[in-house]
């Protein structure tokens, strides 16, 4: 079946269109160049049921899934992005030169939000080997008002890699990635129109860098740039009308100068598989295992040793004279406790005086007792501090002087009386 594949290439970078065709869709990418593949919302339109009633305009919501054939997911360097079901969605990365040759097919599964029915395609993604990969001097941009989706437009891409171009002067100037703020631990902004969550854009070129990339690394923007203030370079103004960047996260690197690391590859131990072959389980004539002496271990030995102190306690409580002697004791004391407090409810006692009335000194009124006579005088104190008896009656007490005294007698429910002598 006919494919026919569209490719517009802005400055080393692969934007891919598709037909409308039901067959496979092959796509041809270099390793080392950004590969950007967009999922229309208009092509998979043609896939559903249009909507019932005729002239009325057709606006599914429709999200995609994209996972690499026979996989959950998808390859590594092969990013997905779709910021609502009514935008188009985004394939986006960079392969590099091991993926060379090696057909990758990833699976497109529209689904319909509206109709809850699904499309499904293929991409077949063969990437090409380029003579230029890698290029020796790479820089990475940070730019703050920028979202991933908006960056990967090829006008938006191309003018920035005009602008790049126009400062570094390389002749040969790519793409090589891009990435989101959020993937690198960057915070989710606020939902404010002018706030964006910031995307980094590497770019490799065949010359050195220029004297105006280079004015980052300065003592005096390097101490700018560990103040938080923003460092002063002289070709900032041919960003700034488009592309704010934050010059104190740009990272050069020249690849050349680069001393690579050789590690010592482990060697596995026992029980660990093979780079290649297939997994040759153990044969069935191994011995089986014996559980029964574990049993004996961790079941049996510690509740046969469990019993014997139950049953030593219980021949001291219960045989021996001793311990009938306490039980019998204990018991005793419990009932004569019940006991006790069941007499102590039916008791009758003498009324304290500060239950009796009496009269008052001076007005001769009768005066009422501090507690009533439903008191419950089982939880009165056995002494009353004189806080809380103002009505107190002193006890008679010897005069210090003379032969004569007085003393006071009190009755219930009688005046006070008072007798002298003389």
């Known amino acids: 079946m006919e ?34 593949h967009v999922l ?72 319909n939000r509206r109709t809850f029915e699904t499309a499904r395609h293929n991409l077949v993604i063969n990437i090409m080997s380029t003579e230029e990969f890698p290029l020796p001097y790479q820089a990475e941009f940070y730019i703050k008002n920028m979202n991933v989706e908006e960056m990967l437009a090829s006008e938006v891409l191309g003018d920035f890699l005009g602008a790049v171009k126009n400062v570094w002067q390389p002749e040969r100037l790519n793409a090589i990635n891009i990435t989101s703020a ?28 220029s004297s105006c990339l280079r004015e980052v690394e300065t003592p005096q923007n390097q101490l700018r740039c560990s103040q938080e203030m923003e460092p002063l ?16 996260k740009i990272s050069l690197v020249d690849i050349t100068k680069v001393v690579p690391v050789y590690r010592e590859r482990l060697v596995p131990g026992t029980g660990v598989l093979p780079d290649v072959g297939e997994y040759n389980p153990p044969s069935e004539m191994l011995r089986s295992r014996d559980y029964f002496t574990d049993f004996l271990v961790t079941l049996a030995v510690p509740s046969a040793v469990a019993l014997v102190l139950f049953t030593i306690l219980g021949y001291s409580m219960c045989c021996r004279r001793e311990g009938v002697i306490q039980l019998v004791h204990h018991s005793s004391i419990q009932k004569s406790t019940k006991e006790l407090r069941g007499m102590s409810k039916n008791r009758e006692i003498s009324w304290p005086l500060s239950t009796l009335p009496v009269f008052h000194p001076v007005s001769g009124e009768v005066v009422p007792p501090l507690h009533p006579d ?14 809380n008896l103002q009505n107190q009656v002193q006890i008679p ?13 009190f009755r219930r429910l009688e005046a006070s009386m008072t007798t002298c002598f003389g």
């Open 374 to 387: 439903n008191y419950e005088t089982t939880s009165m104190p056995l002494m009353q501090t004189q806080t």
């Open 397 to 409: 007490q010897q005069q210090p002087s003379g032969d004569n005294y007085c003393m006071s007698t």
């Open 182 to 209: 959020l993937d690198r631990g960057g915070r989710v902004p606020l939902p404010i129109n002018d706030m964006k969550e910031g995307v980094y854009v590497m770019v490799g070129a065949d010359v050195q860098f």
């Open 40 to 111: 229309e919302r208009e092509y998979f339109k043609g896939e559903f049921p249009p909507y019932p009633k005729a002239g009325d305009a057709s606006n599914d919501p429709i999200t995609f899934n994209t996972n690499l054939k026979g996989y959950p997911d998808r390859p590594g360097w092969l990013r997905y992005i779709q910021r609502s079901s009514h935008s188009d969605g985004v394939l986006y990365g960079s392969p590099t030169a091991e993926h060379v040759g090696k057909p990758t097919v990833i699976e497109i599964t529209a689904y």
């Open 233 to 248: 370079i002289s070709c900032d103004k041919k960003f700034r009308a488009q592309f704010h960047i934050d010059w104190c």
């Open 3 to 36: 494919c026919v594949c569209v490719c517009v290439c802005v400055y080393g970078v692969l934007v891919t269109i598709l037909s409308r065709s039901h067959g496979d869709r092959n796509v041809y990418p270099s390793a080392g160049v950004l590969f950007v």
